[in-house]
C-alpha cells in the first residue's frame, strides 16, 4: 500500500484546507483510513477517521470543523480532510493513515495556521 499526500500550508485564523491522501496498491485490504497529526512536542493524535463501511469518528478537538471523506476509483482510493475555521493549534505535521492486515503511514503534509 502506497499514500501520497497533498494540501497542506499557510492558512489564516479562519481559513480552510483540504488534504488529499492518494491510496494505492492492494487497497482491498484496507479496513480503515484516516488522519492523524503531531504538533511540535507533542504526541501524535487521531483527528479523523473513515471505516470501510463510511463510519466516521473524529476527534472532539475538530468535531464540527473538519470533515473526512473517500473517493474510489479503479485502483486508488483518496481520502480527503476538509478542514473549516482552521484555529492556530491545529498546527501540525497531518500524517494519513490506513488500517487493515497492516498499518500504513503517508510521509506526512505541514499544515500551519497563522497570521
Known amino acids: 500500500v502506497q499514500l501520497v499526500e497533498s494540501g497542506g500550508g499557510l492558512v489564516q485564523p479562519g481559513g480552510s484546507l483540504r488534504l488529499s491522501c492518494a491510496v494505492s496498491?492492494?487497497?482491498?485490504?484496507?479496513?480503515?483510513m484516516g488522519w492523524s497529526r503531531q504538533a511540535p512536542g507533542k504526541q501524535r493524535e487521531l483527528v479523523a477517521v473513515?471505516?470501510?463501511?463510511?463510519?466516521?469518528?473524529?476527534a472532539e478537538s475538530v468535531k464540527g470543523r473538519f470533515a473526512i471523506s473517500r473517493d474510489s476509483a479503479k485502483n486508488t482510493v483518496t481520502v480527503y480532510l476538509q478542514m473549516n475555521s482552521l484555529k492556530p493549534e491545529d498546527t501540525a505535521v497531518y500524517y494519513c493513515?490506513?488500517?487493515?492486515?497492516?498499518?500504513?503511514w503517508g510521509q506526512g503534509t505541514q499544515v500551519t495556521v497563522s497570521s
Open positions: 493513515r490506513t488500517t487493515g492486515q497492516e498499518t500504513y
Open positions: 496498491g492492494s487497497i482491498f485490504s484496507i479496513r480503515t
Open positions: 473513515i471505516s470501510s463501511s463510511g463510519i466516521r469518528n473524529y
